[in-house]
């Protein structure tokens, strides 16, 4: 599968995140992957690729497992599908590419995965409750903070009024000239928001940091790519890094500076993101794995992924 066929397949899949492209992919592959991969292919006649799933085998335990290339850092796995390919065709592929594994492991599956169906003759499956997902449903006019409870609509105001008295605020996205910078800048405020608890936090590895350096050029060249920004004076003071693929905008992750008392820049970063998503066309915002209330207070719904094992009957 090259680069390119696998560009072509993951737009013709209307189900397809950033997590699927090959822009997220390779640059996980490249800094966290290891092992064998088996990647799963299936092709038409004319031999146009119509399904797609990278795989590797991982040793757990003893065990061999075939699972998705990304895992543990993409928020959604799944495969790709043109409409209209069998699902039939999708599993014989998956399957055939783990003749010498014990198991399948198929995590955060979101509950219209085509691959949670029945499982293929030979096989049983397991399906366990993953992560919960908060989604927030955007209107298709108008702002999406005026579809909030009033008492987040009045947070939101009354932040973005303490910002303006504090003076030398501006929330925006970034432009694709400024991505390595502030993405530096979010590595930094991460480390110290973590370092006050004496740990590292999920950014401190720097196989992680590399990941993602190789990933959001080649997300924001491919306009997947939402990181809104506050700076405070020119500095900035809060980051939130996320995605967008025209049905839906996306919250990985944020790192804001706490160190001005009675101060809450993040809000303004999420208020921004979610702003920006409505504005572009989005039907929905994903603030993505966990639970924490800030979510809820946005009006999200919880959605939950599923972890489907498979295993020879």
């Known amino acids: 599968m090259t680069p390119e066929e696998h560009w072509s397949l993951w737009r013709r899949d209307p189900r397809a995140t950033p997590f699927q492209s090959p822009a997220w992919l390779e640059a996980w592959w490249t800094h966290l992957g290891g092992g064998e991969r088996r990647d799963a292919e299936v092709r038409d006649a004319d031999g146009t690729l ?36 069998p699902t039939e065709r999708v599993w014989a592929a998956i399957l055939g590419s783990a003749e010498a594994c014990d198991e399948v492991l198929l995590p955060d599956l979101r509950s219209d995965s085509p691959l949670l169906g029945a499982p293929p003759r030979g096989w049983t499956a397991v399906d366990e409750e993953a992560e919960i997902c908060p989604v927030l449903t955007l209107p298709a006019q108008g ?18 009024h303490r910002a303006e008295r504090l003076g030398g605020i501006s929330e925006e996205l970034v432009g694709a000239g400024d991505v390595a910078d502030v993405l530096e800048a979010l590595f930094e405020l991460h480390r110290q928001r973590w370092a006050r608890d004496g740990q590292p936090g999920v950014l401190g590895d720097p196989r992680v940091q590399a990941f993602h350096r190789a990933a959001a050029p080649a997300l924001a060249e491919a306009g997947l790519l939402r990181m809104s920004v506050v700076r405070r004076e020119g500095t900035v003071a809060a980051v939130l890094y996320g995605f ?9 992750i944020n790192a804001v500076d706490v160190s001005v008392p009675g101060q809450s820049f993040g809000t303004l970063a999420f208020a921004c993101l979610i702003e920006a998503s ?17 979510k809820y207070r946005w009006g999200a719904a919880p959605r939950c992924t599923i972890r489907r094992t498979l295993r020879r009957a």
């Not at 399904?51 to 799944?78: E, I, K, T």
């Not at 409505?278 to 915002?285: D, K, L, S």
């Open 50 to 85: 119509v399904a797609a799933l990278p795989l590797f085998v991982w040793h757990d335990a003893g065990l061999r497992r075939l699972v998705p290339v990304g895992a543990g850092h993409s928020d959604y796995c799944d495969v790709l599908v043109a409409p209209g390919t």
């Open 244 to 252: 967008a693929d025209g049905a839906r905008g996306y919250s990985y």
């Open 278 to 294: 409505a504005a572009g066309g989005a039907g929905e915002f994903h603030f993505l794995r966990g639970e924490e209330p800030y």
């Open 143 to 160: 702002s999406p903070l005026e579809g909030l409870s009033r008492s987040q609509r009045r947070k939101v105001v009354h932040d973005r």
